[in-house]
């Protein structure tokens, strides 16, 4: 199964010059999905986790199944404001402003070992962001994990921990 066969790229989206992946047609084919997770289940149990950690919110769509699969708890990084009860948040700087990042307080119990999954790993910031959160609650962060990477931005070079991911696009 080629998973590349089952993304779609739009060009202009979400404004001019990006290039966006979109793996809502990789999720609508059930074939191409299942491969998808399987990959993944692959790439990750090597690392041993005791939960995977999505990122809102394609990252939910990729760590829920998968964590299932690997028969551990998932958990959820949010956008600021939409988790219930007590949260702990870290901002980090974007090219123009900042943005935030929340976990719910209790989510992780401290030395606990967690992968981190987005759909796609670009500059490597929002990922740098989870990881440095995760770190802030005492997770013992072992890896991260992508569907797609944007090798020409090079993110892993901002990631301090072992990064996999399943298809690559080098423009
Ligand atoms: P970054 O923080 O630069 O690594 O951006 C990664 C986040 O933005 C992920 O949550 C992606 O879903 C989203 N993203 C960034 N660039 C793209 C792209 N070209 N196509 C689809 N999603 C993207």
Known sequence: MDIRQHIRSIPDFPKPGIQFYDISTLLAHAAAWRATVDQLAEAVRPHKPDLLVGIESRGFLTAAPLALALGV??????????????????????????????????????????????????????????????????????????????????????????VTTLVSYDQ
């Not at 998932?74 to 980090?92: N, S």
């Not at 500059?123 to 569907?147: C, K």
């Open 73 to 162: 708890g998932f958990i959820m990084v949010r956008k600021k404001g939409k988790l219930p009860g007590a949260v702990i948040r870290h901002t980090y700087d974007l090219e123009y402003g900042t943005d935030t990042v929340e976990i719910q307080a209790d989510a992780i119990t401290p030395g606990q070992r967690v992968v981190v999954l987005d759909d796609l790993l670009a500059t490597g910031g929002t990922m740098a962001a989870a990881i440095h959160l995760l770190r802030s609650v005492g997770a013992d962060v072992r890896a991260a994990a992508f569907i797609v990477e944007l090798g020409f931005l090079d993110g892993r070079k901002n990631l301090d921990v072992p």
